[in-house]
């Protein structure tokens, strides 16, 4: 059974930083593509950032220089590390795997910008 948990949210003030996690199982992680995604209230829910199997990254704009996803092979494990962090980056933060028509997603972690 494909599992993904997300974990690490919480409220930060504008300015912090956070670090979420995405633990998976039940799937051999080093072959999967792995993302955060995010979906604020009344918005579609929208790519952060993206680390292929092998190693390549790519980022959007909107939290370009700010935001960082890394990946740990060997504790099957994706971070997303997220500073100066912004009141519209307010949203539930949710990791994916993919690999060709296989996508998996977690339940999702609520990250609150706010002071």
């Known amino acids: 059974q494909v599992q993904l948990v997300e974990s690490g949210g919480g409220l930060v003030q504008p300015g912090g930083s956070l670090r979420i996690s995405c633990a998976t199982s039940?799937?051999?992680?080093?072959?999967?593509?792995m993302g955060w995604y995010r979906q604020a209230p009344g918005k579609q829910r929208e790519l952060v950032a993206v680390?292929?199997?092998?190693?390549?990254?790519s980022v959007a704009d909107s939290v370009k220089g700010r935001f960082t996803i890394s990946r740990d092979n060997a504790k099957n494990t994706v971070y997303l590390q997220m500073n100066s962090l912004k009141p519209e980056d307010t949203a539930v933060y949710y990791c994916?795997?993919?690999?060709?028509?296989?996508?998996?997603w977690g339940l999702g972690t609520q990250v609150t910008v706010s002071s």
């Open positions: 680390i292929t199997s092998g190693g390549g990254i």
């Open positions: 994916n795997a993919g690999l060709a028509k296989a996508q998996f």
């Open positions: 039940g799937i051999i992680f080093n072959f999967y593509a």
